[in-house]
């Protein structure tokens, strides 16, 4: 269990609905910047942000959800299918298996894929390095059907099944979810400005007090606030008390 020796070390607030952050950042937030961090640009339909231009890939997702797979798997067979884009099917990983990482960069070497949940892989996600085609995503309405657009729009696609995991961005599952990039994400504080690393796989704000922590588990994301009146002790996590929506700093500016 996580516990704070002083427990007034946040002031007690009581967290609006849906407003689950870590260091100011939401669930989806903290998703995009951890793919971000891989080269890979999580695109949404909708038009609603802008597509990052640092990214070698695009991730098409649909609206509200998040997801765990292990990229490595995708691009070996991406390199022997060259498509236009590729529609990605999951299957639930193979639970014996856990690695620190199972999401490297296009660069990085592969490992093994991660642990699975009880979360049901049913949606799916589609993968292009082609820019023009993450911006067509990018501008279709959410309603319909987005894979059916896509597949006429760019008929020269590919169809792989990896492992792979689905969450849903709601309150009920993101604190699954951040559990789980607590374990994927090695450094997080190289894409989120003023964290850094304050033990061995204990993450939170630069000048943090480490003997303010009477007891914790490990990984543990130290929050900048709390809301509500008990730290989040399962997760290994302390939410801070930023309503979603108002980050500390925009995408803008952590560039």
């Avoid at 049901?120 to 059916?148: D, K, S, V």
């Avoid at 704000?205 to 588990?217: A, E, Q, R, V, Y």
Wanted: proline share 11%; with cysteine; hydrophobic share 40%.
């Amino acid at each position: 269990m996580t516990q704070l020796a002083d427990q007034n070390l946040y002031p007690a607030m009581e967290p609006a609905a849906n407003s689950l952050t870590v260091w100011g950042y939401s669930a989806s937030a903290l998703h995009d910047l951890f793919w971000l961090s891989r080269e890979v640009a999580i695109v949404r339909p909708g038009g609603n942000n802008p597509i990052d231009h640092d990214a070698r890939l695009f991730m098409l997702v649909p609206a509200g959800t998040l997801f765990r797979l292990h990229l490595r798997l995708v691009l070996d067979q991406l390199f022997w299918m060259p498509r236009s884009v590729y529609f990605i099917g999951f299957y639930p990983p193979a639970r014996r298996h856990r690695a620190p990482d199972p999401h490297p960069s296009p660069r990085d070497t592969p490992g093994h894929a991660g642990a699975g949940t009880r979360h049901e892989p049913a949606a799916r996600a589609a993968l292009t390095p082609h820019r023009h085609i993450a911006e067509y995503w990018n501008t279709i309405p959410t309603a319909g059907n987005l894979w059916m657009s896509l597949r006429r729009q760019y008929p020269d696609f590919g169809s792989i099944k990896v492992p792979g995991i689905v969450y849903k961005d709601s309150p009920c599952q993101a604190i699954d979810y951040l559990q789980a990039l607590a374990r994927d994400w090695a450094d997080p504080e190289v894409a989120i400005p003023g964290i850094t690393q304050l033990a061995h796989h204990v993450h939170g704000p630069i000048g943090f007090d480490m003997s303010m922590l009477k007891s914790h588990t490990r990984p543990l994301w130290i929050g900048l606030g709390r809301g509500g009146t008990e730290p989040a002790a399962a997760a290994g996590i302390l939410p801070d008390a930023v309503p979603v929506g108002k980050p500390d700093e925009s995408h803008s500016e952590r560039k």
